[in-house]
Every structure is written in structure tokens, then in C-alpha cells.
């Protein structure tokens, strides 16, 4: 929200009440709670009335300082983001105080309060972060028509068109908290879920309020309170609701936080590295949990308004196979059901009269799992929209009625997961789907949620429902499916989330064009969201919207498939490849194929997301903090640690461009090419080739050939690929627990099986430190010996 006229005026009718002298410090176990007054107190009839704001500076873990700020106490409210869901807080703080100042330490992290003038300092052992300073926390009265641009109150008017003839009226002032951090010079801004915009979010208004807006404007479906900076902090906003950020844009050394209501509480997240400060994060607002293997392999859809029945699919899936293009997971989307009806969670008979035996057949046919497209939406044209409304299983109008419109369904009410019969009778249909074969769901929708005029079965607060019910949806629909079919065996394909949604993974991006702008922005919004503690991230391969000329559709698949979570989906045009060329779906084969060998360093990244909350996707910055030239890269990414993948964006006759940072890479195609960074590089990519550089010192695991799926022994017949490692001691895991192990002293490198059970294959000396070599390896030895020039 914007406040201000310039730097020195405030907007018409806009009156602050501004933060600035402390009158009273009580210390606790974890921090300070201050009274602050919002004028200067002279004498004791400056004490007369307010506001006079509640702050407490805390620490709920290592690393982590929160600043709460609360005008009027109230009840505590109904909808808050849950916090430290699967993970413990570690308690670590210490407190002192000296004439000056009162001071928080945890982690490596100081937090400096002073007085008079009321400010919070906050400070590595290295440096100042960054700092709230005088007048940089306070109340705001609003006059109601500034706040018309606010995403939630230019929806309420959009919503209740056409449904609800007598929309609530705004009071005449609202009141915002807001809260403003310095910026400093060189610091760069990053996250908030998934932005399409540009990657570094310095001059943009941030809103958190989840829409369904496509990938071309600066709506997202995933919106997510948190940022990160290149200066070893993120920046967690701890706020269900919409919340408004300025990353100077209102005033350019700032960034400023507004909420409307009487309460904001932020988190600064100290960590030495980008990726520490997940770690921290992610603790707070949990982790992803074990995705099933089969995830990784390639999902095809059967696209949305095509035409198809079992025919259709099958002939897709036939296709697939004799192309050698193995198909993992076999999407149908909306159309699976009779139109006017979504969602009836009944296969349209029309098209698929035996659905049990039908999906049956082709999973023992084609190996594939089952996903099939749900949302929380009911038209009132479903069979059972009445089962629905006999049980009070709507969200309803504060005159009790169903909230219901014409957008999308005819007359479509939705489930309102506060109420628990509602839960249960949801989860009866989709369990129904379990039975006959279906293996997950794509999560789709829940982000027009509405807030005005409506009451949840619990009484919660619909504002604060708007971005979290994504959350209990999500999170509903994975509980179900890991119930039923085991631990480890639960995976989502979800469009819409929010802070902590991590836990209820896969996400993928949305609706977007098929443009290489497009392509872009898809890029941007992965990397957006795993800077916002999501580890997996997927796309539209080819994109969703329009048919994609052949080109844009094979550089599109090189990405998807360098992607986490890989899968072909369209709107009117199927993706299959061979519409593209017979040439794209050779391609396809073998870049199939490669991430398919890849598996286990893939999913030992899966397994560490777990643990750590690092993501599989990560922007350059992330691994390379000290290399500025990485602070603002878009277009290229990390894929773990080890792999650097840089999709391209242009007509072929074009040249590409890309970064590589210091060291000696080795081309992951073509071994014999190495290049000594940090450099640019600048070529033409032939149509069948997605630039892939492995970093010096990695040792890479690599399954066996033509596995024929991503789901195999990743601990038999190993491929190890050691790449220029120097002197001492590299080491990688295998997902199930076996360490292998790399010593290299001049010229001997011995690899050692140093825990648990695996059988290798061969070994591979790579790069350009030691001319290449293979080296074959007995069955069952533990230790192999390879003399390098």
C-alpha cells in the first residue's frame, strides 16, 4: 500500500500515526515486549490516549527474529499459517542490555533495540542487514477509495457481480499496520511464491493475495509472504491475509509491509548462505515429504478442450511406447467428466463406459499411473450439487444461502473445508476414484476464494481464508491419498498455493501462452517459488495456451524435462510430440532418457529436500552468493548443486546466451568440451541440445541405460562420473543410504562403497584436469583404484 505523495507528502485524507519513542521494555524468556508511543512524550500529558503500540522482538528459533506489532488486542484469530508443522524449533537467544540499547542475539543474528528514537537494528556478526528506523513502523487511517487498487477489494467488487445484488459497503477508513526495512545500496529482493514478472523484484508492488491471472501479469497463482535478499537475509511475514508490499516502490531505500487490521508480525532469517536461510525457513513453515519415485518420469495429459475417450488414450500411450518415449503418469483433465457437471467425480460414460477396467488395462498395458483433474468447485448442474446442499457442505452468504456464480460452472458452490462432514464427504469421492484405479490428483483452482459477504462452517475469518484455503485443500486431498495408499506413495500436481503449501507437493505454474515469453515466465515463476521454500517446481511443457511452433515446443520440452516434475499439457492442441515432428520425438527419447539415467543424484536431492528444504531447482545465486554476476540470472538454473542447465529462448539461428561461474565445467553431452569460468558464453544450440555443464569436484551418480522409467535400483550398476576433482576427499549419496566415496592424492583416486550397499558399474575420469577414462569394475568389489595422468 502505498502511503505517501513523493517522499514528503501523504496521499489525501491519509493520517499516520508513526512509532516513535519506547516507554516501557519488559523482558522475557525469548525477547523484549516494548510500548511505544506514537508521539513524543515530554511530560505526562503526552500519555493522554493513543495509539500507543504493543511490539515484541522475540526469537522462536536459531537464527530468527520476530517483530510483532499489534494495535488493538483482540481474540486471537480463527485462520493463522501454522508454524514449525514438521519440524522442531532449536530455542537459542540471549539477551542483554547497556545504557544505549537492548540487544537479542540467536543464531549469528542481533537484533538492536533503541529507545528514543524507537528503532530495531538488525546486525550479523559481519554487518548491518538492514534496519527499521525512525517512523518506520506505524498506523495509517485510509480513506476507503485509496484502497480500491488493493487486490482484495478490487476482487470483492468483481466477485459479488452479478451474485450478490447488495455487496457489504467499506467503512470509511480503514486502518493498515505497515512496517518498513531499509534497503541498501546493491541489495536485491527476491521470492514471494510464484511472480512471473521480473526475477529481482526491486520497483514492483508486491500484493499477496492468490488470483487466478495467468502467467503474462502480475497476478499469481501461489503467492507466498516471504522474500529473500543477497545480503543473508529473508524476510517472513507471518500473515494469512493480503498483505502489500512495496520493494521500493513507495520509497526506493525501503521496503515497506502494510496489512489491513491491527496486528503484522514479520520474521528476519539470518543465515550465512541463501540456501541456510531456507533451511531456516523452511523449518518454520515445513518441509516436502517423500515424493514417490515414479513422479520424476514424464506425465502426458490428454490436454483440456480436445477432444478424447479411451480411444484417444490409448492411442497416445501406444504412440509413446513405439516412439520409446516411456510414459509414467497418464493425466485426464476435465473433460474425463460430462461437461456442465465439474466437478461429479464420475467418468462421462459416453467416452469412458468402463472406466475400472479401462484404466486397469492400460496401466498393466503401459506401466502408467493415474492422475485425474478435480477442484473444489460444484456446479449446481452436478448430480451431487444437492447431496452437497442438504449437508451444509457450501461456503455460504451471510444471509445463510450458498455463495454461488456463474464463472467457470453454472451456478458453482464450493466445499467449505471448515466444516469436518464436509471433509469426509468430499474424501468419500475421491476415495471412490482410488478404488477403480486413479493414483493422484491435479489440485486444481482455489484461488477465487471469496471474502466478501460470506461465513465459513468454524466462523473463520473469510479475508484471511482467501489465500490459506488453497493450503487445506491441498493438504485434504494428500492426506487422503498417502492414507490410502501408504506413506511415500502421495504426490499432487496443484496450480494454487501459499506459505507452507511446500508440504503437498507438486506445483506447477499455471496457465501461460506458447511463446518463448511465455517460456520465460515460466522459467521466472519456478524460480520464484523454490527462493520461497518450494524444492519442486513443474510447467505446461510447450505451453498451455495456443499451439506451439515446432521450435518453441522441442526447447520447451529440453526445459521440462531438466525440470523437477516433467509434463507435456495444452488447452486445445494435444502435446503429444509427433505433432511436432517426427525429429521431436527422437529428441524427446533421449533427453527421456537422460533424466532417467540421472535418477539417483535426482531424487537423492528429493530425499535432502526433505531434511533441509533446499529446492531441486535453484537460481545461480543460491549456489554461487559471492559471484555477482549470478545475482540476476533468469534464464539459466542450478538442478542441485552439480548441474547447471540453461534452457534457450531464441529461434536457432540465433545465439544463446549464459553464464558460467569459476572453474573448470565439462559439457555434460560432450565431455571432451570443457571451459574455464567465470565467463560468458554466446552460441548457436542445435535443436536436439539443451546446454548442460557439470561442476569441477562433482561426483555424479548415474543409473544404467534404457531403464525404461525413473523408478529403478538406484544402488545397482551405478554409473560414477567423477569430474575434474582435485585433492581430498568428494563424497555423494545414493538414495537408500549408500555412501561412495572419492580420495584423490596426486595421481590415485580410490573410490570406496563407505556405507550401506551398492554395486558399480564402471567409473569415469571427466574433465579436462585428467585426460577421460573408463574404468570397468568387478562385481561386488567395494573399492576401486584408477590411476590418473
Known sequence: MKFIDGFWLLKNGVKPYYALQVVKVDQQADGYELQVATRPIRHRGDTLGGPVLTVKVHSPTEGVVGVKIDHFSHT????????????KPIPSVNLSKSEADYTLNTGGLNAVITENPYTITFKSDKRTLTFAGPKHQGVYDVPSKWTLSSASNSSCLATDSGSNPNPEPLPPTIRYIN?????????LIYGFGEQFGAFVKNGQTVKIWNQDGGTSSDQAYKCVPFYMTNRNYGVFINHPGEVEVEVGSEKVSRVGTSVAGNSL??????GETPLQILERYTRMTGRPPILPSWTFGL?????FLTSYSSDTVSGFLQGMQDRDIPVRVFHLDCFWMKQYEWCSFTFDPDNFPDPKGYLSEIKR?????????INPYISQLSPIFKEGLKGGYFIKRTDGTPWQWDLWQPGLAIVDFTNPEACEWYKAKLSALIDIGVDCFKTDFAERIPHASVKYFDGSDPMRMHNMYSIIYNELVFNLVRDRLGEGEAVLFARASFAGGQRFPVHWGG???STWEAMAEAMRGCLSLTL???AFASHDIGGFEGHPPPEIYQRWVAFGLFSSHSRLHGSSSYRVPWNYGEEAAKNMSTLLEAKHSLMPYLYQLAIESTQTGHPMQRAMFLEFPDDRNTHSLDRQFMMGPSLLVAPVFVPQEEETEYYIPAGRWTNFWDHNRTVEGPTWIKE???LDQIPVWVRPGTLLLRGPPKTGRPDYDYGKDLRVELYDLAEGQTTAKVPGGALIRADRAGGQIKLTIAEGKASIESVHLLGSRDAEKVVKVDSGATEVVCEVN
Open 179 to 187: 512496517s518498513e526495512l531499509n534497503l541498501s545500496p546493491g541489495e
Open 684 to 686: 548457436q544450440v542445435a
Open 76 to 87: 486471537e484469530p480463527t485462520v493463522t499459517i501454522p508454524l514449525f508443522p514438521n519440524a
Open 532 to 534: 520461497s521454500g518450494f
Open 299 to 303: 506425465w502426458l495429459s490428454t490436454s
Open 365 to 373: 498395458k503401459f506401466g502408467v499411473k493415474i492422475c485425474v483433474w
Open 265 to 270: 508480525e514479520y520474521f528476519i532469517i539470518y
Open 511 to 513: 496457465d501461460c501462452e
